[in-house]
T-cell receptor, first 114, second 115 residues
Framework: AQSVTQPDIHITVSEGASLELRCNYS??????LFWYVQSPGQGLQLLLK??????LVQGIKGFEAEFKRSQSSFNLRKPSVHWSDAAEYFC????????????FGAGTILRVKS | GAVVSQHPSWVICKSGTSVKIECRSL??????MFWYRQFPKQSLMLMAT?????????EQGVEKDKFLINHASLTLSTLTVTSAHPEDSSFYIC???????????FGPGTRLTVT
């Protein structure tokens, strides 16, 4: 069965500090991988995606993620967090073989302290 | 990126009534749209895949007679929650699939509260 694990429910970092949000997946096909951000009561905004090619992908707002096939991971990073980054972050996996349906992780709530 | 809208953004209805939620892709044609449900402090769970001109495909455990999906055009899918109950209160989010890119564009969500 397809699954996505985000082991950290909450993370708190100081403004200006670096950030890494973890994501591991179990999937029966070559995955497409996504990171989304959601502010309270809002929809999802795509931060970045990996389909193929370079395993280090750059996204919006200074985020990047690295696909590591051997570890089945797609961790999200940002070198310097801003207070406006406080939100909930979701990792998701999909594949054409499964009709492009997305399976989401449980989410990680990021708090930024000043 | 492409824009997907949802209407209404929030709705309150009485138990036993039906509510229709619209999902529109504004600047591209989407033969496939998805409907997700998100309970408070939880992740998104796929409810169904909406295909233009054909029946929706429901995920296991989702009642197709309760959550009616109609994808009548390439830019519009509707979700009707029939005979709503308080446990149907949730945040409903749709997405439209760009097949060429393999990417989904999400709507802003609809907050449904059943009293």
């Amino acid at each position: 069965a397809q699954s996505v694990t985000q082991p950290d429910i909450h993370i708190t970092v100081s403004e200006g500090a670096s950030l890494e949000l973890r994501c591991n997946y179990s999937y029966g096909a070559t995955p497409y991988l996504f990171w989304y951000v959601q502010s309270p009561g809002q929809g999802l905004q795509l931060l970045l995606k990996y389909f193929s090619g370079d395993t280090l992908v750059q996204g919006i707002k200074g985020f990047e993620a690295e696909f590591k096939r051997s570890q089945s991971s797609f961790n999200l990073r940002k070198p310097s967090v801003h207070w406006s980054d406080a939100a909930e972050y979701f990792c998701a996996v999909g594949a054409r073989e499964y009709g492009n349906k997305l399976v989401f992780g449980a989410g990680t709530i990021l708090r930024v302290k000043s | 990126g492409a824009v997907v809208s949802q209407h209404p953004s929030w709705v309150i209805c009485k138990s036993g009534t039906s509510v229709k939620i619209e999902c529109r892709s504004l600047d591209f044609q989407a033969t496939t749209m998805f409907w997700y449900r998100q309970f408070p402090k939880q992740s998104l769970m796929l409810m169904a895949t909406s295909n233009e001109g054909s029946k929706a495909t429901y995920e296991q455990g989702v009642e197709k007679d309760k959550f009616l999906i109609n994808h009548a055009s390439l830019t519009l899918s509707t979700l009707t929650v029939t005979s709503a109950h308080p446990e149907d209160s949730s945040f409903y989010i749709c997405s439209a699939l760009d097949r060429g890119l393999g990417e989904q564009y999400f709507g802003p969500g609809t907050r449904l509260t059943v009293t």
